[in-house]
Structures are given as C-alpha cells and as structure tokens.
DNA sequence: TTTACAACATGATAATTATCATAAAATATT
DNA sequence: AATATTTTATGATAATTATCATGTTGTAAA
C-alpha cells in the first residue's frame, strides 16, 4: 500500500469523509493525477468510461455535439467539483467530452474500485448521491434560468458567474472564446460580441486585450434579473 | 412484518430488485399507496422532503416556479418513474411541485428507511444511483434538444413523445392543457395553440374534442427532427 | 516576414417569436 | 338556466434573435 496525500487532499472533505483511514490508503493505489494544457481534450464523448474523475486545480468544460453537429457546453466545472456527470453511474461509455479551458489537474479514481467502495460503505455512498445530486439540481436549475432570459441577461449571468463563483473578482481573463460563451448560453457568435461590446460601450464592462473588468456591477446584476 | 405485496409490485424489478425478501417485507412497513385524481397537488414546493415517492400507475408532471411567477413544468414521469428527482437526496425541502395530470397512484416509502437501506445494502445504492443517474440524464437531453428547437419542432417533439412514449398509440387524449404545454416547451400559449392549428390544417394531426389523432407520422416526425 | 486562419467587430436584413387585441367555444359557478 | 371564467382560436404588430455580408485584428504556421 503505498503513500500518496489523498488524506491530506482538500477534496476528502468533500467526497470521501466517510471512508476510514484504511479506505483512504487504498484509495492512492487505485488514483493517478494528470496535468492537462489549456485547450486540452480530457475526455472524448463516446470513449469508455473507467474511472471517477474530479478536478483537484484549473477549469474545465463539458459538451456534447449536437445533431447539427455544433458543440454545446452542458456546465463549466471548477476545482473540487465531479467532472463526471452522474451518468457515469449509468452508462458504459461518456456521452459527453471535457476539455481544460485553463491548465488542470484532474485526479481519477478506478471506476470499479468507487463502486465497491459504494457497495461496502453506504454511507460514502449517500455522501455521493448527496453531492452528485446537488451537482444534478444545479445544472437543471442553472438551464433553466438562463433559458428564460433574453440575450443581454444572459451575458450578464456569465460574466457575472465568472466573477462571482469562479475568479471572485471583478477583473478576470475570460476563459472561453465568444464562440465557446455562445455554446453555453445558446446563441450566435455574432450576438456574443455585439453584446459585450454594447456592454464596453454603456460602461459597464471594460476589456483590455485579454482581460474584462467589471465596472458597473449593480447595473449588470440589474440585467442579468430583469433585462 | 405486515403482509403486502411489494414483493410483487412491478417496481421491485426497477429499483428493488437488490433487496432480500426480508428487506422487501420490511420496506411494507414504511410505505404508504395514495390515489390522486386529475389535477390534485401531490407534492407542493417549499414542503418538507420525507418520503422517497413512485408513480405506480397514472401520470405526473413536475414543475416550479420560476422567478416572473410562472410554472415551468421540469418533467412529466409515466408509471414506474421515480417521482422525486434525485435531488431528495441533497435537499430538506422539496424545490419543485408535483401534480397529476391523470389519475394517479405514488407508492410513497419513508425517505429515512430508504437511506438506511442504502447505507445496508450497497447493491442497493448503487442501483438506485444507476436509475437515478438515467433519469438525469434524460432529463437534460431533453431540455438541451427541445432547447434549439424551432417552435414547430417542439410540438411535433411534444406529439410524438405521448404518441410514443406515453400513449404508445397514435389517438391519445391530452393530459395538458395549451398553456401547460407552453410551461413544458418554453413558449407562449398562443404559439401552441397556434401551431396545433396548422398542423392540424396542415392534416398532420386531427382534433376531435379532447382527442388528438396523429395521421401524418412520418411527416412529424421529420419537423421534430429538421424544422 | 509573409501567408493563412481564426477571433473579433459591426451593419443590414430576414426569420422567428412574443405581445396585444378580440372573440368564440367550452367549462365552471351561482 | 343564466352568468362568469377559463380555454381555445386567430389576426396584426412589435420585439427579439439569427443570418448574411464584409472588414479588421490578432495569432499561428510556413
């Protein structure tokens, strides 16, 4: 049994707690950690599905093709977070693929030795649809959401996600290219960049090169709830 | 141990087909059967989350509201569906409604029990996790096709799932109304009702009072899938 | 450095969808 | 049965969004 940090590692507190000390040893022999470059595929839809995979540092994003065949971004997951949807439970191979849109490091864990581990220990697996669940409401909720709002609103959401929940700052590189922000929020190219640059004009949102920064929050917020 | 007859419920096969014949007895113990007539409430938002809830028979749809004070409908669940979406598993309190849109019965069983089952039994958890996991994942399908839908495609979509899904007969009576349709596609209620009367001067469809007939399958199905 | 290619940018127009208005038909209420 | 209310229905118009066209800028490859 060889030692490796899992039971030092941040995300045992948020998925494995439940396992005993023994459990979390056993854990290092069935993990790797890979490192992946911005721009990266981590997973490719339709590849067979081996192992538990959560993003220990980076950014990465989920999609799938459609039947137009353009890709369209299901969620952007952040560290701690599964990278596995929970139809890995279900399905024999990823009907989604990932990509870093930032360098990552993404731990896996054999898919079979979580499942025994499932099956000895019930309260790790509670634990797991516990999360798993919340990850569930927050994508159907998150969808939702932004379905009913109209353009500018949704780019107000993003932008403010980014801020908020990702960068928790107010100057921040954007991520993803206006086509990709275009996939998560369903709508052209073309409307992406008119609108943020509606948004520079109203001063609201200031980009310099690569950068955004936020100058108006209120406003936004204003935008991103009622239009 | 009361007697019943969860050993021979046909759901024993969807999610209980893991437990022992002593499990299955004592799950007896726990549940409680309820009838529901069109239109009745069963689950309301904001509620308290005890029981984990099964369409036994009838139909249900799920739905919240959302921020501008409209229902949107989530999912409709046919017999054998699990009513409470996975997030029963991560919430105290119910963040969507449930209603039957026909004459129902939902076997309820003491959500407790169930999680004290789960943590006994690990074949059972990852069962459950299995079905639950295929459930979210529909359920985001759907939206994400229905989403980049043209409103023609969503009807046609609409048509053919209780054709297909529910029906399984090209004559069905409707379970929702025009504007409940318009909660469950995202448009307005004119729009459908707009667009059912084309289709059905078109003669893709035909509407005798409360049955909908579909005469042109072919043809609707190549505007669900095309435009 | 030149060349190619993708990302960003903006205007004009067409397509799609929502909103508003008005009314008939069906259903529920008194 | 009469009255009110909801559901279905349809047209006209306005608002929203996509598409197409055309250029510029930035970045990667030869």
Redesign the pocket.
Same mark, same amino acid.
């Given at each position: 049994m060889n030692k490796c940090d899992c039971a030092l590692c941040e995300f045992r507190t948020i998925v494995f707690e439940d396992l005993s000390s023994n459990e979390i040893y056993s854990v290092c022999g069935y993990k790797t950690e890979k490192n992946y470059k911005k721009g990266d595929v981590i997973i490719r839809e339709g590849s067979q599905i081996n192992d538990f995979l959560y993003l220990k540092s980076g950014l990465v994003k989920l999609y799938k093709l459609s039947k137009d065949g353009k890709d369209q971004i299901i969620s952007i997951a952040k560290p701690l977070d599964f990278v596995s949807l929970v139809s890995i439970f279900s399905d024999k191979t990823y009907n989604f693929s990932i990509s870093a849109i930032e360098d990552s490091t993404v731990c896996s864990v054999d898919l079979k030795f979580i499942k025994e581990l499932i099956s000895k220990n019930g309260n790790f697996a509670l634990n797991i649809m516990q999360k798993m669940s919340r990850n569930f409401d927050n994508i159907i909720n998150n969808t939702f959401n932004l379905q009913k709002k109209? @353009? =500018?609103g949704r780019i107000a959401h993003i932008l403010l996600f980014f801020a908020n929940e990702i960068y928790k700052n107010n100057e921040f590189e954007l991520p993803l %290219? =206006?086509?990709e922000i275009a996939q998560l929020i369903?709508?052209?190219t073309?409307?992406v +960049? =008119?609108i @943020? %640059?509606e948004f520079r004009q109203d001063k609201l949102i200031e +980009?310099h090169g690569?950068n955004t920064i936020i100058i108006n929050l209120n406003k936004l917020n204003s935008i991103a709830e009622h239009?």
């Open positions: 109209h @353009l =500018r %290219s =206006r086509k369903d709508m052209t073309e409307n +960049i =008119r @943020l %640059s +980009i690569k239009g």
